[in-house]
């Protein structure tokens, strides 16, 4: 975030979001009724859950990848079946 953006006040940004379903507002507003939040309030802590969940998969993503690379970087493990045989036969 760039100093002086006239986008943001307070480290927050504005947006409008259109053409809402019908069910989906009735369903967000119904739960910020529930919770004693305003509709906004409800919307952002939607939107914060939402983010979270999508970064929380970035980051599965990026660690699966780690992990591939970790074991492509690991010798081949050898069978073993052999090792157990002459292991038996002492």
């Known amino acids: 975030m760039r100093t002086g953006d006239q986008r943001?006040?307070?480290g927050s940004v504005n947006i409008t979001v259109?053409?809402?379903?019908?069910?989906?507002?009735?369903?967000?507003?119904?739960?910020?009724?529930?919770?004693r939040r305003s509709l906004n309030s409800e919307i952002i802590r939607a939107l914060e859950t939402e983010a979270t969940e999508v970064e929380r998969l970035r980051?599965?993503?990026?660690?699966?990848?780690?992990?591939?690379r970790?074991?492509?970087?690991?010798?081949?493990l050898d069978d073993?079946?052999?090792?157990?045989?002459?292991d038996r036969e002492r």
């Open 59 to 68: 980051q599965l993503g990026n660690l699966r990848a780690e992990l591939d």
């Open 8 to 10: 943001f006040q307070n």
């Open 70 to 76: 970790f074991r492509a970087s690991l010798p081949p």
């Open 18 to 35: 259109k053409n809402v379903p019908e069910r989906v507002y009735r369903t967000i507003k119904r739960e910020a009724k529930r919770k």
């Open 80 to 86: 073993s079946a052999r090792l157990i045989r002459e």
